[in-house]
């Protein structure tokens, strides 16, 4: 029999190249693209099902498996081949109906540079995408974009669909929405002061997170239209957060009616109002920054009388200007209240503390950081206090009430009671919130009782002293 002898190292390239063909791996050129040549031998672990970046005016989609599946000249276009282009999905919507549609699920990748959008990108109401960008390196948008991804809208409606048609009744919604690190710069005026830049009304559930929307530089002091608009059914069972979105130039900041949002590192500037506010159940503010902005809230709907939303830290900067009145405003349907902790107010204008309805708000230690407006003393209740008549504080602050006899001895105070509760004091000091009522039975109509309020939470920034 013959022997064959093969050298080790003939076997080793053999080796190889039988590896080379079994993976069918090939080399992806596109024609149009200067970029190195991408290797496709199957899906990379932890890529984005796209990645889009552009060249000059030309604009490239290329898949998980690093294969260049879309290009041309219109960016509107290639992103939205990206949504239409993922997985397909069945899912039950949380609206009345328990509807169920065919949805898309997936996520992309956008890198860094300038990017013109001319149109409405859509995606399908009930959806689960995830959208990323690339931060950016400025940390004062109010200084113009600098870096990151940046989208420059062209287009004078709304940009950005999410499930719904614009302002259509709000009772579908379910789209799960992730967006991170994009930047939407409104290059042309809206076609009306509520037109949004970003139509979130389809969003059950998700985050946006370091997303800004500003108005040009040279725009002052701002343009008709919304910032952002998200508009939720009233019972999606999901939960939303913001994290670190920046809006900047517009006639209201923002638009909105979410449940369960938890909402971190919130800013507004230069806006005539910074939030049109539905309050729903579980809304949570921590750090909300108001900067030149006229009217900070205008409150809409909500969710019962006895029900509260907080904001835990605002900041308001250079606020409350405008000549008209009032600042703090409450539509004629508004329930509930807004309860904010540690206000600091720092340059002011004079006329920054004037409400309607005040119990509607309630805050607790306000900050006088200069020269801006001191936060009011408490109104006191109508004198003489009527026996067995309720009286509410309608103070926007807790206040200390202190309740003396005015007859010879204290039993001419027979009864108080505070929210309905008998007390069984007749004197003393009472804690009251906004909108708390009290009631005093006494028998001496010629001595009605003295009843004072004292505010205990509103302090001067400087002698941390009450303002009264």
């Given amino acids: 029999m013959n ?10 390239v053999a080796f190889l190249a039988a590896i080379l063909v079994s993976c069918g791996i090939t080399y992806i050129w596109a024609a149009t693209s200067t970029i190195t040549p991408t290797i496709s031998g199957g899906i ?15 604009y490239f989609a290329k ?19 990206c949504i239409d282009h993922m997985e397909d999905i069945y899912v039950q919507l949380p609206d009345p109906a328990a509807s169920w549609v065919w949805a898309k699920t997936g996520n992309m990748f956008i890198k860094d540079g300038n990017f013109t959008l001319d149109n409405a990108v859509s995606i399908p109401v009930g959806s689960v995408i995830r959208i990323d960008g690339v931060a ?28 719904t048609t614009y302002l259509t009744l709000v009772d579908v919604t379910g789209t799960e929405l992730y967006l991170n690190h994009i930047q939407f710069l409104q290059n042309v005026n809206l076609t009306s002061a509520t037109m949004p830049v970003l139509n979130l009304d389809g969003m059950a559930r998700g985050k946006l997170e370091d997303v800004q929307i500003v108005k040009p530089a040279n725009v002052n002091p701002y343009m008709d239209g919304v910032g952002i608009r ?52 579980g809304d949570n503010f921590y750090n909300l920054h108001f900067q030149e902005v006229d009217f900070p809230f205008y409150l809409i709907g909500g969710f019962g009388n006895e029900q509260i939303a907080s904001i835990y830290g605002l900041y308001l900067e250079g606020c409350g200007y405008s000549a008209t009145t009032p600042k ?13 902790y540690q206000t600091n107010v720092h340059a002011c204008g004079a006329d920054l503390w004037e409400w309607t309805m005040g119990w509607r708000w309630w805050y607790e230690d ?24 309720n009286y509410t504080n309608g103070n926007p602050q807790t206040v200390l009430m202190i309740v003396r006899s005015n007859a010879s001895s204290t039993s001419g105070i027979n009864e108080i009671y505070i929210n309905g509760m008998l007390t069984y004091a007749i004197s003393g000091s009472f804690y009251l919130r906004p909108s708390d009522h009290f009631k005093i039975v006494y028998v001496h109509d010629d001595y009605p009782p003295y009843v004072h309020f004292t505010p205990i939470s509103a302090y001067d920034f400087m002698g941390n002293t009450p303002l009264s």
């Fill in 3 to 12: 022997e064959i002898h093969v050298k080790p190292k003939l076997l080793i």
């Fill in 44 to 58: 990379f672990p932890g890529a984005p099902n796209f990645t889009v970046w552009n060249e000059g005016s030309n």
């Fill in 63 to 81: 898949n998980d498996s690093g294969v260049i599946v879309y290009s041309g000249t219109n960016f509107t276009a290639t992103w939205q081949y």
């Fill in 136 to 163: 950016s390196n400025q940390e004062n948008i109010n200084n113009g974009m600098s870096g990151g991804t940046q989208i420059i809208v062209t287009t004078p409606n709304t940009c950005f669909l999410c499930g």
């Fill in 230 to 281: 998200c508009w939720q059914y009233d019972d999606t069972g999901g939960y939303t957060e913001w994290d670190q979105v920046q809006v900047v130039g517009f006639s209201t900041g923002l638009n909105v009616s979410i449940n369960h949002w938890m909402n971190r590192q919130q800013g507004v500037a230069k806006c005539e109002t910074g939030m049109i506010w539905r309050v729903v159940m």
């Fill in 328 to 340: 703090w405003i409450c539509a004629d349907d508004f329930q509930g209240m807004v309860h904010i």
């Fill in 366 to 389: 306000v900050f006088i950081c200069d020269d801006s407006p001191d936060f009011p003393a408490p109104s006191q209740p109508d004198s003489p206090i009527v026996s067995n008549e």
